[in-house]
């Protein structure tokens, strides 16, 4: 990430969005609209707020012919998901720890410590830092929205 700040510790993570926080502002007018409507939500970067990205699990990633579709919750109960839909995608990287360790990429990739979204000459890239490891995406936008969870 380029502003946002992830750092292992001996005891964890120290995470710091202030950088990109202070930056904001000024990268608003080349942010496309959802990408600046998700960054600049009050309640992103809010570590007390039940919509803070911080914690959050990768529940699914679905690559169609026209978007790439991200799935989000804090647990397999939380009554909400946070859903990211890409559209106008021309990259999609996905760095995770290697084996040998947890069987499945999700597991791999642990909870999400911060994102960054940040302007690109395509529209935007998202940057995704796990405690395992990042997801990136380029796009032209995004939308993201807070949805109940799908019945089981």
Not at 11 to 26: I, K, S, V
Not at 33 to 52: I, L, V, W
Not at 58 to 86: G, H, K, M, W
Not at 108 to 121: K, M, N, T
Request: charged share 20%; proline share 12%.
């Amino acid at each position: 990430m380029q502003l946002v700040r992830i750092e292992r510790t001996a005891t964890g993570f120290a995470l710091d969005p202030r950088p990109y926080l202070a930056r904001l502002p000024a990268l608003r007018p080349e942010l496309p609209p959802g990408a600046e409507a998700f960054a600049t939500d009050p309640a992103h970067y809010d570590f007390a707020s039940e919509r803070c990205v911080k914690d959050l699990k990768l529940a699914s990633l679905v690559v169609t012919e026209d978007a790439v579709v991200l799935r989000c919750s804090f647990n397999d109960v939380a009554p909400e998901q946070l859903v990211i839909r890409y559209t106008g995608v021309t990259a999609l990287l996905i760095e995770a720890a290697p084996p040998p360790g947890p069987p499945g990429l999700r597991e791999r990739l642990g909870p999400l410590q911060l994102d960054e979204v940040l302007p690109h000459p395509h529209g935007c890239t998202h940057e995704l830092g796990h405690i395992g490891g990042t997801v990136r995406i380029t796009a032209a936008d995004l939308t993201a929205a807070w949805l109940p969870r799908p019945p089981a």
